[in-house]
Structures are given as structure tokens and as C-alpha cells.
């Protein structure tokens, strides 16, 4: 798949992911971030091999991304009801810290993997 459908996918289901755990309980939780890598590791091996790049960067933006949504419309689900944006959203990357480590290493370790078969070829 191209590195525009990827990544336009992976939102979609990090997105659905995330609303279904706050339909689960009321902050994100660990649903989320065995999402979050399950998606990571599938995007790395759905892309095709010329748009590894921009599904290298996929990881933290989309933490990012879904941290930040979450931080304008519901910060009480990353942190503290009254937390202001930035707080909430420092507040969301790091209780999610790890998945994203998790995530972000098994994403570019695949893409590794994919690129050193692809040139043994």
C-alpha cells in the first residue's frame, strides 16, 4: 500500500481504538496502547518498501495526534480534569510512554528487517 493509505488507515483505526477504550472506562488505557503497537507493527509491514519514510515517522505523530484531540476535547481521559492543553498533552505522551517506545522500536525494527531482505534480493 502506499505510504498516503497507510498512514490515513492507521489513523483511522488508532482513532477507533482510542474511542473505544473511553466507551470501555473512562481513561486510556492499556486497549489503547496494545493498539497503538499492533497498528505500528502492521503499518510497517503493509507499506511498501519506497515510502518507509514517512511510516518511520508515523508513531510518534500519531501518539501525538490522538494525545493532542484527546487534550482539547477530554483531557480528564490523559490527565487531570483541569489540566490546560500542554499539560494534558505532556501529561498523555508520557503515561503512554512506553507504549510508544514499544511501538515506535517494533515499527522501525520491521522496516530494518523489510529493507535489508528487500536488498538481499
Known sequence: MSAH?????????LLTAA??????SD????????AFVTIC??????VRPDDFF???TLPPL?????VVLLGLAQPAAIAEPQ???VQATVSGLSGHGIALL?????????LGVRRRVSSLS
Open 5 to 13: 493509505e497507510v498512514v490515513s488507515l492507521s489513523a483511522a483505526v
Open 41 to 46: 507493527v502492521g503499518a510497517a509491514l503493509a
Open 54 to 56: 514517512a511510516v518511520g
Open 102 to 110: 514499544v511501538g515506535y522500536a517494533a515499527c522501525l525494527g520491521v
Open 83 to 85: 489540566d490546560g492543553l
Open 62 to 66: 500519531a501518539m501525538a495526534g490522538v
Open 27 to 34: 481513561r486510556l488505557g492499556l486497549l489503547y496502547d496494545l
Open 19 to 24: 474511542l473505544v477504550d473511553l466507551a470501555i
